[in-house]
Protein backbone atom coordinates (compact mmCIF):
# COMPACT_ATOMS: atom_id res chain seq x y z
CA UNK A 1 0.00 0.00 0.00
CA UNK A 2 1.58 3.38 -0.69
CA UNK A 3 -0.12 6.63 -0.90
CA UNK A 4 -2.89 6.96 1.73
CA UNK A 5 -5.82 9.64 1.71
CA UNK A 6 -5.36 10.78 5.06
CA UNK A 7 -7.56 13.04 5.52
CA UNK A 8 -10.29 9.72 5.44
CA UNK A 9 -8.14 7.92 7.96
CA UNK A 10 -9.76 7.59 11.55
CA UNK A 11 -7.78 4.54 12.20
CA UNK A 12 -6.33 1.56 9.77
CA UNK A 13 -9.30 1.54 7.83
CA UNK A 14 -11.19 3.64 5.69
CA UNK A 15 -14.98 4.96 6.23
CA UNK A 16 -17.62 3.57 4.19
CA UNK A 17 -19.76 6.67 2.92
CA UNK A 18 -23.25 5.40 2.46
CA UNK A 19 -24.62 9.45 1.25
CA UNK A 20 -26.29 9.41 -1.85
CA UNK A 21 -25.93 13.01 -1.41
CA UNK A 22 -23.17 15.71 0.40
CA UNK A 23 -23.94 18.88 2.02
CA UNK A 24 -22.40 22.29 -0.14
CA UNK A 25 -18.76 22.72 0.27
CA UNK A 26 -17.93 19.13 0.32
CA UNK A 27 -15.50 17.02 -2.15
CA UNK A 28 -17.82 15.10 -3.54
CA UNK A 29 -21.73 16.52 -4.28
CA UNK A 30 -23.79 13.45 -5.60
CA UNK A 31 -23.38 9.80 -5.06
CA UNK A 32 -23.20 8.90 -8.65
CA UNK A 33 -20.70 10.97 -9.39
CA UNK A 34 -18.27 10.68 -6.18
CA UNK A 35 -17.66 8.72 -3.23
CA UNK A 36 -14.87 8.94 -0.34
CA UNK A 37 -14.65 5.50 -0.02
CA UNK A 38 -14.16 4.98 -3.96
CA UNK A 39 -11.67 7.58 -3.47
CA UNK A 40 -9.56 5.41 -1.77
CA UNK A 41 -9.64 2.60 -3.61
CA UNK A 42 -8.59 4.55 -6.55
CA UNK A 43 -5.44 6.27 -4.64
CA UNK A 44 -4.17 2.50 -3.62
CA UNK A 45 -4.86 1.36 -7.23
CA UNK A 46 -3.64 4.05 -9.06
CA UNK A 47 -0.64 4.07 -7.50
CA UNK A 48 -0.21 0.15 -7.84
CA UNK A 49 -1.00 0.75 -11.63
CA UNK A 50 1.30 3.97 -11.76
CA UNK A 51 -1.78 5.93 -13.09
CA UNK A 52 -5.22 7.19 -12.37
CA UNK A 53 -7.49 5.11 -11.69
CA UNK A 54 -12.08 4.96 -11.84
CA UNK A 55 -13.39 2.18 -10.13
CA UNK A 56 -16.61 0.29 -11.72
CA UNK A 57 -19.32 -1.73 -10.46
CA UNK A 58 -18.08 -4.69 -12.01
CA UNK A 59 -14.92 -5.74 -14.98
CA UNK A 60 -17.82 -5.41 -16.96
CA UNK A 61 -18.75 -2.14 -16.10
CA UNK A 62 -15.73 -0.81 -16.51
CA UNK A 63 -14.98 -2.38 -20.21
CA UNK A 64 -18.46 -1.08 -21.25
CA UNK A 65 -17.16 2.31 -20.56
CA UNK A 66 -14.99 1.68 -23.41
CA UNK A 67 -16.70 -0.50 -25.54
CA UNK A 68 -19.55 1.32 -25.41
CA UNK A 69 -19.11 5.00 -25.80
CA UNK A 70 -17.10 4.75 -28.67
CA UNK A 71 -17.30 7.55 -31.29
CA UNK A 72 -18.87 6.69 -34.70
CA UNK A 73 -15.68 7.29 -36.91
CA UNK A 74 -13.76 5.08 -33.91
CA UNK A 75 -13.45 1.20 -35.68
CA UNK A 76 -12.59 -1.40 -32.55
CA UNK A 77 -9.53 -3.74 -32.63
CA UNK A 78 -10.49 -6.72 -30.43
CA UNK A 79 -8.28 -9.86 -29.73
CA UNK A 80 -9.83 -12.83 -31.00
CA UNK A 81 -8.80 -14.11 -27.73
CA UNK A 82 -10.20 -11.13 -25.21
CA UNK A 83 -12.90 -12.70 -22.60
CA UNK A 84 -15.92 -13.93 -23.30
CA UNK A 85 -17.89 -10.74 -21.99
CA UNK A 86 -15.57 -8.55 -23.96
CA UNK A 87 -16.33 -10.24 -27.00
CA UNK A 88 -19.65 -10.76 -26.52
CA UNK A 89 -20.55 -6.97 -25.81
CA UNK A 90 -18.92 -5.96 -28.69
CA UNK A 91 -20.29 -8.31 -31.21
CA UNK A 92 -24.18 -6.66 -29.15
CA UNK A 93 -23.20 -3.38 -30.24
CA UNK A 94 -22.02 -4.31 -33.75
CA UNK A 95 -25.44 -6.31 -34.11
CA UNK A 96 -27.16 -3.29 -33.09
CA UNK A 97 -25.25 -1.17 -36.02
CA UNK A 98 -23.42 0.82 -33.27
CA UNK A 99 -19.65 -0.45 -33.26
CA UNK A 100 -17.73 -1.32 -36.09
CA UNK A 101 -15.06 -3.95 -35.26
CA UNK A 102 -12.63 -6.61 -36.17
CA UNK A 103 -11.47 -9.05 -34.31
CA UNK A 104 -7.16 -9.80 -34.20
CA UNK A 105 -5.88 -13.40 -34.46
CA UNK A 106 -2.71 -13.76 -32.03
CA UNK A 107 -0.70 -14.13 -35.60
CA UNK A 108 -2.06 -10.49 -36.25
CA UNK A 109 -1.20 -9.21 -33.46
CA UNK A 110 2.22 -10.77 -33.11
CA UNK A 111 2.76 -9.09 -36.52
CA UNK A 112 1.29 -6.17 -36.03
CA UNK A 113 -0.69 -6.28 -39.33
CA UNK A 114 -3.76 -5.40 -38.76
CA UNK A 115 -2.65 -1.67 -38.51
CA UNK A 116 -2.30 -1.74 -41.71
CA UNK A 117 -6.07 -1.24 -42.42
CA UNK A 118 -6.18 1.03 -39.10
CA UNK A 119 -6.69 4.67 -39.31
CA UNK A 120 -5.39 7.41 -36.32
CA UNK A 121 -7.93 7.28 -33.28
CA UNK A 122 -9.20 3.19 -34.01
CA UNK A 123 -8.54 1.81 -30.50
CA UNK A 124 -7.22 -1.89 -29.98
CA UNK A 125 -8.06 -4.00 -26.75
CA UNK A 126 -6.42 -7.43 -25.72
CA UNK A 127 -5.48 -9.01 -22.95
CA UNK A 128 -1.74 -10.50 -22.02
CA UNK A 129 -1.93 -13.30 -20.34
CA UNK A 130 -5.00 -14.18 -22.16
CA UNK A 131 -7.92 -16.23 -21.46
CA UNK A 132 -8.04 -19.49 -21.07
CA UNK A 133 -4.78 -20.15 -23.51
CA UNK A 134 -2.91 -17.51 -21.57
CA UNK A 135 -1.48 -16.31 -24.91
CA UNK A 136 1.80 -14.13 -24.08
CA UNK A 137 1.87 -11.12 -26.36
CA UNK A 138 4.79 -8.46 -26.55
CA UNK A 139 3.32 -5.18 -24.83
CA UNK A 140 5.64 -2.80 -25.52
CA UNK A 141 6.25 -3.80 -29.11
CA UNK A 142 2.44 -3.60 -29.51
CA UNK A 143 2.01 -0.58 -27.56
CA UNK A 144 4.66 0.75 -29.99
CA UNK A 145 3.25 0.09 -33.01
CA UNK A 146 -0.10 1.10 -32.03
CA UNK A 147 0.98 4.42 -31.21
CA UNK A 148 3.04 4.84 -34.46
CA UNK A 149 -0.31 4.58 -36.45
CA UNK A 150 -2.22 6.63 -34.06
CA UNK A 151 -4.26 3.92 -31.97
CA UNK A 152 -5.37 4.21 -28.35
CA UNK A 153 -4.57 0.83 -26.92
CA UNK A 154 -6.47 -0.64 -24.22
CA UNK A 155 -5.27 -4.20 -22.16
CA UNK A 156 -7.30 -6.07 -19.73
CA UNK A 157 -4.45 -6.57 -16.57
CA UNK A 158 -7.10 -8.85 -14.73
CA UNK A 159 -4.70 -11.69 -14.85
CA UNK A 160 -1.82 -10.98 -13.91
CA UNK A 161 -2.75 -8.14 -11.55
CA UNK A 162 -0.56 -4.87 -11.14
CA UNK A 163 1.58 -7.01 -9.25
CA UNK A 164 3.26 -8.96 -11.87
CA UNK A 165 2.57 -6.53 -14.66
CA UNK A 166 2.62 -2.92 -15.12
CA UNK A 167 1.24 -2.12 -18.88
CA UNK A 168 1.12 1.97 -18.31
CA UNK A 169 4.72 1.54 -17.93
CA UNK A 170 4.86 -0.09 -21.27
CA UNK A 171 2.96 2.06 -23.36
CA UNK A 172 -0.55 1.10 -22.96
CA UNK A 173 -2.64 4.32 -23.07
CA UNK A 174 -6.10 2.28 -20.73
CA UNK A 175 -5.70 -0.79 -18.23
CA UNK A 176 -9.35 -2.62 -17.50
CA UNK A 177 -9.30 -4.64 -14.81
CA UNK A 178 -11.94 -6.92 -13.02
CA UNK A 179 -11.67 -6.36 -8.98
CA UNK A 180 -13.91 -8.92 -8.93
CA UNK A 181 -10.73 -11.29 -8.91
CA UNK A 182 -7.50 -11.38 -7.58
CA UNK A 183 -7.49 -7.68 -6.53
CA UNK A 184 -10.73 -8.32 -4.20
CA UNK A 185 -9.64 -12.09 -3.53
CA UNK A 186 -12.03 -13.74 -1.42
CA UNK A 187 -14.74 -14.43 -4.34
CA UNK A 188 -17.36 -12.39 -2.57
CA UNK A 189 -17.46 -9.08 -4.21
CA UNK A 190 -17.86 -7.85 -7.71
CA UNK A 191 -16.24 -4.91 -8.85
CA UNK A 192 -14.01 -3.20 -12.13
CA UNK A 193 -11.69 -0.63 -12.33
CA UNK A 194 -10.16 1.76 -15.65
CA UNK A 195 -6.79 3.02 -15.03
CA UNK A 196 -4.77 5.74 -17.30
CA UNK A 197 -1.86 7.95 -17.05
CA UNK A 198 -3.57 11.31 -18.93
CA UNK A 199 -5.70 13.45 -16.83
CA UNK A 200 -7.99 14.57 -19.33
CA UNK A 201 -9.12 11.17 -19.87
CA UNK A 202 -9.50 9.87 -16.57
CA UNK A 203 -12.05 13.13 -15.94
CA UNK A 204 -13.49 11.50 -18.98
CA UNK A 205 -14.04 7.98 -17.57
CA UNK A 206 -14.91 9.21 -14.41
CA UNK A 207 -18.02 11.28 -16.62
CA UNK A 208 -18.92 7.87 -18.22
CA UNK A 209 -18.97 6.05 -15.16
CA UNK A 210 -21.45 8.29 -13.99
CA UNK A 211 -23.54 9.05 -17.21
CA UNK A 212 -23.87 5.13 -17.03
CA UNK A 213 -24.14 4.80 -13.83
CA UNK A 214 -21.83 1.79 -13.71
CA UNK A 215 -21.07 2.57 -10.42
CA UNK A 216 -19.86 0.12 -7.19
CA UNK A 217 -21.47 0.45 -3.27
CA UNK A 218 -19.38 1.87 -1.02
CA UNK A 219 -19.52 -1.63 0.89
CA UNK A 220 -18.26 -3.36 -2.04
CA UNK A 221 -15.41 -1.23 -2.05
CA UNK A 222 -14.30 -1.64 1.30
CA UNK A 223 -14.52 -5.63 1.01
CA UNK A 224 -12.21 -4.95 -2.33
CA UNK A 225 -10.28 -2.32 -0.20
CA UNK A 226 -9.75 -5.14 2.28
CA UNK A 227 -8.28 -7.63 0.29
CA UNK A 228 -6.17 -5.70 -1.51
CA UNK A 229 -4.33 -5.66 1.43
CA UNK A 230 -2.57 -8.84 0.84
CA UNK A 231 -2.67 -9.05 -2.91
CA UNK A 232 0.59 -9.06 -2.75
CA UNK A 233 1.22 -12.12 -0.27
CA UNK A 234 -1.69 -13.83 -2.21
CA UNK A 235 -0.07 -13.27 -5.21
CA UNK A 236 3.02 -14.83 -4.02
CA UNK A 237 1.69 -18.07 -2.78
CA UNK A 238 -0.97 -18.55 -5.64
CA UNK A 239 1.91 -18.33 -8.34
CA UNK A 240 4.11 -20.67 -6.12
CA UNK A 241 0.94 -23.14 -6.25
CA UNK A 242 0.69 -23.21 -9.66
CA UNK A 243 4.06 -23.17 -10.68
CA UNK A 244 4.51 -26.58 -8.75
CA UNK A 245 1.38 -27.54 -10.37
CA UNK A 246 2.39 -26.60 -14.01
CA UNK A 247 5.61 -28.92 -13.09
CA UNK A 248 3.25 -32.04 -11.96
CA UNK A 249 1.60 -31.89 -15.16
CA UNK A 250 4.39 -31.63 -16.78
CA UNK A 251 5.80 -35.29 -15.59
CA UNK A 252 2.82 -36.55 -16.94
CA UNK A 253 1.33 -34.98 -19.57
CA UNK A 254 2.90 -33.36 -23.31
CA UNK A 255 4.42 -30.24 -22.89
CA UNK A 256 1.95 -29.00 -25.33
CA UNK A 257 -1.02 -29.80 -23.76
CA UNK A 258 -0.29 -27.48 -21.34
CA UNK A 259 -0.36 -23.72 -21.29
CA UNK A 260 1.13 -21.59 -18.46
CA UNK A 261 2.98 -17.85 -18.97
CA UNK A 262 6.00 -19.03 -17.67
CA UNK A 263 6.04 -22.48 -19.57
CA UNK A 264 9.86 -22.92 -20.58
CA UNK A 265 8.90 -24.55 -23.79
CA UNK A 266 6.77 -21.68 -25.33
CA UNK A 267 8.01 -19.18 -27.84
CA UNK A 268 6.95 -16.30 -25.97
CA UNK A 269 8.87 -17.40 -22.78
CA UNK A 270 11.04 -14.68 -23.10
CA UNK A 271 8.67 -12.12 -23.34
CA UNK A 272 6.66 -12.93 -20.59
CA UNK A 273 9.64 -13.40 -18.11
CA UNK A 274 10.77 -9.51 -19.62
CA UNK A 275 7.42 -7.82 -19.03
CA UNK A 276 5.78 -10.21 -15.91
CA UNK A 277 7.31 -10.45 -12.18
CA UNK A 278 5.96 -14.02 -12.03
CA UNK A 279 3.76 -16.93 -14.21
CA UNK A 280 0.36 -16.25 -11.97
CA UNK A 281 -2.24 -18.17 -10.58
CA UNK A 282 -3.96 -19.32 -13.76
CA UNK A 283 -2.99 -22.78 -15.49
CA UNK A 284 -4.92 -24.38 -18.76
CA UNK A 285 -4.48 -28.09 -19.11
CA UNK A 286 -5.75 -29.67 -22.35
CA UNK A 287 -7.12 -33.13 -21.78
CA UNK A 288 -7.83 -35.60 -24.40
CA UNK A 289 -11.24 -34.15 -24.58
CA UNK A 290 -14.49 -33.30 -22.73
CA UNK A 291 -14.80 -36.93 -20.87
CA UNK A 292 -11.56 -37.26 -19.88
CA UNK A 293 -11.12 -33.66 -18.88
CA UNK A 294 -14.68 -34.15 -16.51
CA UNK A 295 -12.96 -37.53 -15.03
CA UNK A 296 -10.65 -35.07 -13.86
CA UNK A 297 -12.82 -32.41 -12.68
CA UNK A 298 -14.85 -34.98 -10.81
CA UNK A 299 -12.02 -36.67 -9.64
CA UNK A 300 -11.23 -33.44 -7.54
CA UNK A 301 -11.97 -32.77 -3.90
CA UNK A 302 -10.33 -29.66 -2.83
CA UNK A 303 -10.11 -27.47 -5.81
CA UNK A 304 -13.66 -26.03 -5.71
CA UNK A 305 -15.83 -26.67 -9.31
CA UNK A 306 -16.91 -23.06 -10.21
CA UNK A 307 -16.04 -20.44 -12.51
CA UNK A 308 -14.19 -17.58 -11.96
CA UNK A 309 -10.95 -16.66 -10.68
CA UNK A 310 -8.40 -15.15 -8.77
CA UNK A 311 -10.01 -15.99 -5.12
CA UNK A 312 -8.35 -17.72 -2.10
CA UNK A 313 -9.70 -21.04 -3.40
CA UNK A 314 -8.63 -23.07 -6.23
CA UNK A 315 -11.55 -22.97 -8.68
CA UNK A 316 -11.45 -25.47 -11.72
CA UNK A 317 -13.68 -25.65 -14.71
CA UNK A 318 -13.84 -27.23 -18.26
CA UNK A 319 -13.78 -23.41 -20.19
CA UNK A 320 -16.17 -25.02 -23.03
CA UNK A 321 -18.83 -24.82 -21.39
CA UNK A 322 -19.11 -21.62 -20.44
CA UNK A 323 -21.47 -19.57 -22.96
CA UNK A 324 -19.13 -17.59 -25.91
CA UNK A 325 -16.62 -20.33 -25.27
CA UNK A 326 -18.12 -22.81 -28.02
CA UNK A 327 -14.41 -22.45 -29.91
CA UNK A 328 -12.49 -23.42 -26.43
CA UNK A 329 -10.76 -26.94 -27.33
CA UNK A 330 -13.39 -29.14 -25.40
CA UNK A 331 -11.05 -30.40 -23.24
CA UNK A 332 -9.52 -27.58 -22.03
CA UNK A 333 -9.61 -27.40 -18.11
CA UNK A 334 -8.95 -23.83 -16.62
CA UNK A 335 -7.34 -23.95 -12.93
CA UNK A 336 -7.30 -20.69 -11.01
CA UNK A 337 -4.79 -21.19 -7.99
CA UNK A 338 -5.66 -20.23 -4.34
CA UNK A 339 -4.02 -20.44 -1.33
CA UNK A 340 -3.82 -23.46 0.24
CA UNK A 341 -1.03 -25.34 1.10
CA UNK A 342 0.63 -26.98 -1.77
CA UNK A 343 0.60 -30.63 -0.19
CA UNK A 344 -3.22 -30.18 -0.33
CA UNK A 345 -3.42 -29.24 -3.86
CA UNK A 346 -0.42 -31.61 -4.56
CA UNK A 347 -2.30 -35.04 -3.27
CA UNK A 348 -6.13 -33.70 -4.74
CA UNK A 349 -4.47 -33.45 -8.69
CA UNK A 350 -2.53 -36.40 -8.16
CA UNK A 351 -5.15 -38.70 -7.20
CA UNK A 352 -7.85 -36.93 -9.68
CA UNK A 353 -4.73 -37.73 -12.21
CA UNK A 354 -4.23 -41.69 -11.25
CA UNK A 355 -8.19 -41.57 -11.35
CA UNK A 356 -8.28 -41.01 -15.02
CA UNK A 357 -5.17 -43.36 -15.45
CA UNK A 358 -2.51 -40.42 -16.52
N1 LIG B 1 -11.91 -9.48 -17.72
C1 LIG B 1 -11.53 -10.74 -17.48
C2 LIG B 1 -10.19 -11.20 -17.94
C3 LIG B 1 -12.40 -11.61 -16.82
O1 LIG B 1 -12.02 -12.87 -16.59
C4 LIG B 1 -13.67 -11.15 -16.41
C5 LIG B 1 -14.61 -12.04 -15.70
O2 LIG B 1 -14.46 -13.22 -15.65
C6 LIG B 1 -14.02 -9.82 -16.68
C7 LIG B 1 -13.11 -9.01 -17.34
C8 LIG B 1 -15.36 -9.27 -16.29
O3 LIG B 1 -15.34 -8.95 -14.96
P1 LIG B 1 -16.65 -8.91 -14.02
O4 LIG B 1 -17.14 -10.30 -13.90
O5 LIG B 1 -16.13 -8.31 -12.76
O6 LIG B 1 -17.64 -8.04 -14.71
Not at 99 to 123: C, H, Q
Not at 156 to 170: G, H, K, M, R, V
Not at 340 to 352: S, V
Amino acid sequence: MTKVRREYLHGPNPPISLNSTYYKGQRSVYGRETNPTWEYLEDEIGALEGGLCTVFASGMGAIASIVATLSASQHLYLASDAYNGTRRLSEYLARAGRVAMTYVTPEEIREASFLKGAKKGDLFFFESPSNPELNIYDIFEIASACKKSGLMVVIDNTFATPILQNPLSLGVDVVVHSLTKAISGHSDVLGGAVVVRDENLHDDFRLRRSLLGAIPSSQDVFLILRGLKTLELRMGRATENATKAFELFHERMSSSSLHYPFHPDSPEFKVAKAQMKGGGAMLSVVFDGATQADGFIEALKVFHKATSLGGVESLVERRALRDGEENTHPGLVRLSFGIEHWNDLERDLIEALNSIGL
